[in-house]
């Protein structure tokens, strides 16, 4: 592991310089007005810009830029996955009361469950498309199908299918919830009050910036619950990661396949420790809330950076060739969080 923190060799350079000048710019759209305001976070951008200028530029490029995108891939998207502890703390875990969290580990374990038993069984998807869907669908979104893929090591096109289908999904959530509560508020009223039907929007919506867009939408008191439960959801990302991390070398071995490791060793996701400890870090209140700051930034240029990097390393004919099957498991997945979350 010690590798990981040598300074980049002068080959990584001119890679991590078009990938950080694709993130830069998907930061840079994801601030102005529009986006804050309909929940488009830079990792959407990211991506797309991303698969633009691979699908276009980039083969040309490749020679002298693929061991930086690489790198940025694999490397950087570990570190961007233990920073992203910055943005949780335990109290805000006890603040939102055992219901609350309850309700996150029922939706989180249901939903996962589901996608890889629909994806199998119902529409013949492979073990990777189907995990990282339901990964996206019932965690955070595109942050957790990136840092599931360094456990399951799929190709970068099961990757893309995947965030593609909870961005997509995620969106259409995010306008949807605020004519839901409207429109409940006609059929019963006074039988959800906005804290609970905020939990309801934070542990059934995807991405946390499409969290927030909706539950400002609703009302402050709904904004503040949604956060809270949304964060939930997302502290689950590291106990979720070393469960399948452990699941799949049992899998594995079982098979007989254990590619190259000890038969009897279990991998442990590293990031998954490192975004644990961030968050029990901030836990604690020790670091200057301008420290926290710089940290959150800092996560969100590194995922950007990685989105990037898939998005380069992908072709549109791989995503494709995937079919309409992951789409479908993505809708049966939201409509699954929609109704039952309800």
Not at 36 to 46: D, M, N, R, V
Not at 192 to 203: K, L, M, Q, R, S
Not at 318 to 339: D, E, N, Q, S
Request: proline fraction near 5%; include cysteine.
């Amino acid at each position: 592991m010690s590798r990981l923190f040598r300074f980049p060799a002068p080959a990584l350079w001119p890679g991590l310089a078009l990938a950080a000048a694709l993130a830069a710019f998907a930061i840079f759209l994801s601030r102005l007005p529009f986006s804050t305001q309909a929940g488009l976070s830079a990792l959407t951008y990211a991506i797309v810009t991303g698969l633009v200028i691979g699908n276009s530029v980039y083969p040309r490029l490749a020679r002298h830029t693929a061991p930086g995108v690489l790198f940025a891939k694999g490397n950087l998207l570990r570190f961007g996955v233990a920073l992203y502890g910055f943005r949780l703390t335990f109290q805000q875990v006890a603040s939102v009361g055992i219901a609350g969290v309850l309700t996150d580990i029922t939706v989180l374990c249901s939903t996962f469950l589901l996608a890889v038993w629909l994806g199998r069984k119902a529409f013949g998807l492979d073990r990777d498309t189907s995990m990282l869907i339901g990964a996206g669908s019932s965690i955070c979104g595109a942050a957790a199908v990136l840092a599931t893929e360094p456990v399951l090591k799929p190709a970068d096109s099961k990757v893309a299918v995947a965030v593609a289908t909870v961005v997509v999904f995620g969106t259409l959530a995010m306008f949807l919830y605020p004519a839901l509560w409207t429109l409940l508020q006609h059929v019963a009223p006074g039988f959800w009050n906005e804290t609970t039907f905020g939990v309801y929007t934070g542990a059934t919506i995807h991405e946390v910036a499409q969290v927030v867009a909706a539950g400002r939408a609703i009302g402050p008191q709904a904004a503040d619950a949604a956060v809270v439960s949304k964060m939930i959801r997302v502290m689950m990302l590291a106990p979720f990661l070393l469960v399948l991390s452990m699941w799949l070398t049992r899998s594995e071995r079982a098979l007989g396949v254990n590619n190259g490791q000890p038969a009897n060793r279990i991998t442990i996701p590293w990031f998954a420790v490192g975004f644990v400890a961030m968050a029990g870090v901030n836990s604690l209140g020790v670091l200057p809330k301008e420290v926290v700051s710089v940290g959150i930034q800092l996560d969100n240029a590194l995922l950007a950076l990685a989105m990037a990097a898939l998005g380069l390393t992908t072709h549109i004919r791989a995503v494709r060739a995937a079919g309409t099957k992951p789409l479908i498991l993505a809708l049966a997945l939201f409509i699954w969080l929609l109704v039952a979350g309800l």
